[in-house]
């Protein structure tokens, strides 16, 4: 636990990595600039970091677990980078049905937003709530009027308006914290504005996905908390950079520490079959989705310093774009 304690509370004081707590299509995400204000507290075992956009608190607990991965980009070059914090699926659902009223939010980030009001909006899954707060008395009344309703339904749908017009924080919970969302929604037709926001996508919800499919979490577990690190080869906007040689050294630390026997595994094979001269044709390709993205990871690790090496084994294995489920929640 200390390693995971030390990992969170290092990468949370490096404005460069981004945090998020959610489920699939309901997401709260954290990051700020460099040059930003912000209220930084370490209090026990507790980290809180505040801006004037958004605000996030992070603590361990037993049971908690580190899976940090690769993921595969779609320009058919480069690679991100993600460490999903788990615990154990609960063994009974938490009571998801609809919206509820929680009361004041006594637990909020900063003291002015403790007497408002907090509503489960009844979209998360497992051991996260995705919530609105508001001191907005007409926005609260509509909300605990959809007591028990689903927010997606048609009587959820009349209060979407008011949601627009009063402009709740919007507040993600697990476990090990939350994150608080002051920015505002955008108006439909809108973009999520730059720095931290929220998606709340029905269609995503409505699978019952705690995680994309495609994320390799292992069985069983769900995730309450993800650190986004820093691209290597993007900047905070997403734009291509030059490769970032000490990001991705930190990410490799990481990865040795936290990263899937199982990508390990097929990494190693990979390099070992180039650098002897091993023939594509002949090598065992993985089998599963998850082998084959890490393969093409590790072809693109390679091609980035000896892309002769590469060539062959990328225009065999690494042609076609990996369909990304998480990459539509930034559409």
Request: with cysteine; charged share 25%.
């Amino acid at each position: 636990m200390n390693k995971i304690s030390g990992l969170i509370d290092h990468m949370l004081a490096d404005p460069r990595h981004g945090w998020s707590i959610g489920t699939f299509g309901a997401v709260g995400e954290f990051m700020r600039d460099e040059d930003e204000d912000v209220r930084f507290v370490r209090d026990g075992g507790a980290v809180m970091i505040v801006t004037p956009r958004a605000g996030i608190s992070v603590h361990t607990v037993p049971g908690l677990q580190a899976v940090a991965f690769d993921t595969l980009s779609s320009d058919g070059e480069t690679w991100g980078q993600s460490v999903a914090f788990c615990l154990d699926l609960p063994d009974e659902e938490m009571d998801h049905a609809g919206v509820s009223w929680l009361g004041k939010d006594a637990e909020a980030l900063r003291k002015e937003d403790r007497e408002a009001d907090l509503f489960d909006l009844g979209v998360g899954r497992g051991h996260v709530r995705f919530c609105a707060r508001t001191s907005d008395a007409q926005l609260a009344k509509a909300l605990k009027g959809l007591e028990g309703k689903n927010l997606f339904g048609p009587e959820g749908g009349a209060v979407m308006g008011e949601v627009l017009r009063a402009q709740p924080h919007r507040v993600v919970i697990s476990p090990v914290g939350r994150v608080e969302v002051y920015a505002p929604i955008p108006l439909p037709g809108g973009n999520s504005p730059e720095g931290p926001h929220t998606h709340l996508l029905p269609k995503m919800v409505a699978s019952g996905l705690t995680h994309a499919a495609n994320s390799p979490i292992p069985k069983g577990l769900q995730p309450v908390l993800h650190l986004h690190p820093r691209s290597p080869w993007r900047d905070a906007m997403g734009m291509r950079v030059p490769f970032d040689v000490e990001l991705d050294g930190l990410f490799e630390g990481i990865l040795a520490e936290f990263g899937l026997p199982q990508d390990r595994l097929v990494r190693r094979s990979v390099e070992e079959a180039v650098d002897t001269g091993s023939s594509p044709e002949e090598f065992h390709w993985p089998e599963t989705r998850r082998g084959r993205t890490e393969a093409r990871i590790a072809l693109r690790r390679i091609a980035r310093t000896r892309p002769d090496r590469a060539e062959a084994w990328r225009l065999r294995y690494d042609r076609l774009p990996e369909p990304d489920q998480e990459a539509a929640l930034h559409a």
